[in-house]
């Protein structure tokens, strides 16, 4: 899966922008500010529809503009996918090859790119809802039904907070909402824990690579129950959460409390681990989904937004033969680092740009 040509409308900083994009290694290079993260911002986009700096669709469109447009070819195979959104601050609207698409899980198996940006750093010493969303977005595009169970869970979760908000809240009502949240947890809980068998599979060989030596990196799921009488034990939990629930007027107990942490060498590495090991994990994390994809034509467009910062040569050597064995990737840096990569330049005006080579 690869995108072989961009064109951005007043997307962000970007009046009027054509790009063709190299099959493998992209190196978009540029001063701080310059916009780089602006153009991998839009490649992400195409993935899921969103930015993952922003919930305000406004702020994509750049000011003095009434819209925005991306608008992208998209290959796998033999399959050419010509993928438009229009951006407006009421909303967006998506086509493939001129037709509406009405639904975001449709897009997201179109396109499927995998992020590492800097704030992802952090992760292991964030807040638990930053694993959680890392969890819900790999695997929302790995399965529809996962898609659309977490939708479930987060509506019927929204509308029991609602309740216990309530001047007099309805006791019936909530039980019947408690019901419906463990009926849809169950399957959410299902999936989550077979995901994290499946990245522990390949975290220990993404995370050696990166440090160039043997590793063993494991994520330690904390799951909502661990008794395998899922419903029973879930009814007991809310149960004994109610009446604080009732106080504090918000569901305190569910899987969107779900939490996992990453194991270095066994020692939790956000407790134990420098910041340059929760870089290295953080960095393995995200690239890890990529290699669970056996089928070459699949494999998702890796967007790397800064992954060279505060790395030092050994390790940014490390992480550049791990990039060149990927199949497309966008790498945003201050200088060109890998031999071969075709080079990005965005101080070229923010008009239409072309194509550079560096070595091969």
Known sequence: MIVTHLELQDFRSYPSTVLDFAPETNIVIGA???????????????????????NDTSALIRRGAS?????????????????EILITPQGRKISLNGKPIRR????????????FAPED????????SERRNFLDISLSKQSLDYFSLIG????????????????EPDKTYLEVLTDQLIEVSEPIAHYRGIYIDELNRVLSPVTSRLYGNQRVAALQYRPFIKNPDFKA???????????SDLYHKVTSVGIHREDFSLLLEGKDVAVYGSQGENRLA????????????ENPAKKPIAVL???????????????SELIQSLGQVFVTTTEATIPGAATIDVAMHHATRRIEKNGR
């Not at 953080?282 to 994809?293: E, M």
């Open 104 to 115: 975001l899980s449709e897009l997201s198996c179109l396109v499927n790119v995998v992020l």
């Open 121 to 128: 750093t952090g992760i292991f010493k964030g807040s638990p």
């Open 233 to 243: 034990a879930a009814k007991k939990a809310y149960h004994r959460a109610f009446e």
């Open 32 to 54: 701080n500010g310059s916009g780089k993260t602006n153009l991998v911002e839009a490649i992400y986009y195409l993935s899921l529809g969103k930015s993952w700096r922003t």
């Open 67 to 83: 819209f925005a447009l991306v608008r992208a070819d998209v290959r796998e195979e033999e399959l050419h996918r010509l993928i």
């Open 282 to 293: 953080s960095i393995a994390l995200k690239l890890t989904p990529y290699f669970l994809i």
């Open 152 to 167: 479930k869970y987060n509506r019927l979760l929204q509308e029991r907070n609602a309740a216990l908000k309530s001047q």
């Open 305 to 319: 937004d800064d992954i060279y910062s505060e790395l030092d040569a050994f390790h940014a050597e490390r992480l």
